[in-house]
């Protein structure tokens, strides 16, 4: 092959690499995004928290059920096609939601979306595998973990600000237009796949016998619901503990997402060192960055800057943390796991949510850290027992510096 063939080759895969990334950023805007926007949301419906709750919560709950199963039957299918059609569904969605004449409503047209969450993010991931050769397909994957990260930590300020400054509809306009434009993207430049190299169903569904795998799915459950308690009423608890008004809150957000892309890098470059330890000490961190934010979380404006930094540092890292944690289990099945991960990420979403906005009920919103720490604190037991008994020695390959995650191959 010519150097010059090479160089095209490569230079198609950054571009494909480039729309999944964005695809990933439009659908974590999806799930999250209305975070942002929840005190509109409650004022325009007539909602209590707990009832809003249901925004983040439904969308989970389908995802955590329906997620793997789709992806063992419809994931088979070309991934350029699914791909597509994943991002052509979230940007359509996006746009029926600004429309939705009832709460009842906007839960209904958030379920196609729902639905085929895990079959795009367990089938981006390995598409970016399969685009680089192995010495750049993990630099490859950690782009593209940009895109899910700036999602979620940027995605809320930014449907705060367009809501705040623009008008209710305009987040959903930023959604659909994000999607749309990955779609367009996505089925220029990414190839179509080689179906019949697929594994056989035996072959993926065999991976549930692993209890290693079981007790990470456990830990990444906790991870988010720690995560969640807190982030997923991040423009409530500033608006009514520190008192700002949107423009104000959608502008700490984005301070805060800035420190979530500096976790995420941080958190990357640990758990390829530090496996064990990392995923460890992760919840002990964000437990101590929930002690700042409930320690100054009332101060001025100014004073709340650093608060959301080492928030959003803590906050982020934790998607990485836990994802890498769960597939380094099992290098079998990369689009299977992927979704399981998915799966137990929204059990935690669901469970951070509802259980956060129960904590709020009976403790205002200082309640949301309380909820935090309390799945911190199981998140640190579960990495624990990993050590223990058959789960021992489930993670990397030692105790110190040579404690590398398995690279999953496409």
């Not at 008004?245 to 892309?261: E, M, N, P, R």
């Not at 951070?352 to 403790?363: L, N, P, V, Y």
Request: proline share 4%.
């Amino acid at each position: 092959m010519s150097a010059t063939t090479t160089a095209s080759q490569n230079s198609r895969s950054g571009v494909a690499l480039f729309f999944i990334t964005v695809g990933l950023f439009g659908l974590y805007v999806i799930e999250f995004g209305l975070v942002g926007m929840l005190p509109a949301i409650i004022s325009r419906f007539d909602l209590t928290i707990m009832e809003a709750s249901w925004l983040m919560g439904s969308f989970a709950l389908i995802i955590a059920v329906c997620g793997p199963i789709m992806v063992l039957f419809i994931g088979r299918f070309d991934r350029r096609m699914l791909l597509t059609g994943s991002l052509a569904v979230f940007g359509l969605s996006s746009i029926a939601s600004m429309f939705a004449p009832s709460f009842g409503a906007l839960l209904a047209i958030r379920i196609p979306s729902a639905l085929l969450h895990a079959v795009f993010f367990s089938v981006a991931f390995t598409t970016v595998r399969a685009l680089f050769p192995p010495d750049k397909a993990a630099r490859a994957t950690a782009i593209a973990f940009v895109g899910t990260t700036m999602g979620m930590v940027l995605g809320v300020p930014l449907t705060t600000w367009f809501e705040a400054t623009v008008s209710y509809e305009a987040p959903f306009w930023f959604a659909a237009i994000a999607n749309l434009l990955a779609a367009v993207g996505v089925w220029l430049v990414v190839p179509r796949s080689d179906v019949s190299k697929r594994e056989g169903l035996g072959g993926t569904i065999s991976v549930l016998a692993s209890p290693r795998l079981w007790l990470a799915l456990v830990q990444a459950v906790c991870v988010f619901g720690a995560m969640i308690s807190v982030y997923g009423f991040a423009a409530e608890y500033l608006g009514r503990v520190a008192g700002l008004d949107g423009q104000h809150v959608s502008i700490l957000l984005v301070v805060f997402g800035l420190g979530g892309i500096v976790g995420n890098l941080v958190a990357g470059r640990f758990m390829d060192h530090w496996l064990f330890r990392t995923a460890l000490l992760y919840p002990v961190a964000l437990s101590a960055a929930y002690f700042v934010l409930l320690a100054f979380g009332s101060a001025s404006f100014t004073a709340l800057f650093p608060v959301c930094v080492i928030w959003g540092i803590g906050h982020a890292a934790g998607q990485v943390v836990s994802q890498v944690w769960t597939v380094s289990t099992t290098p079998d099945a990369p689009e299977f796991v992927t979704s399981l991960f998915a799966s137990a990420g929204n059990v935690g979403v669901l469970a951070g949510s509802t259980i956060g906005a129960a904590f709020i009920t009976a403790a205002g919103m200082h309640g949301a850290i309380y909820s935090g720490w309390t799945f911190a604190a199981l998140a640190i037991v579960l990495v624990l027992v990993s050590r223990l008994g058959p789960f021992r020695g489930s993670h990397g390959r030692g105790n110190g510096r040579n404690e590398r995650p398995q690279r999953v191959t496409a």
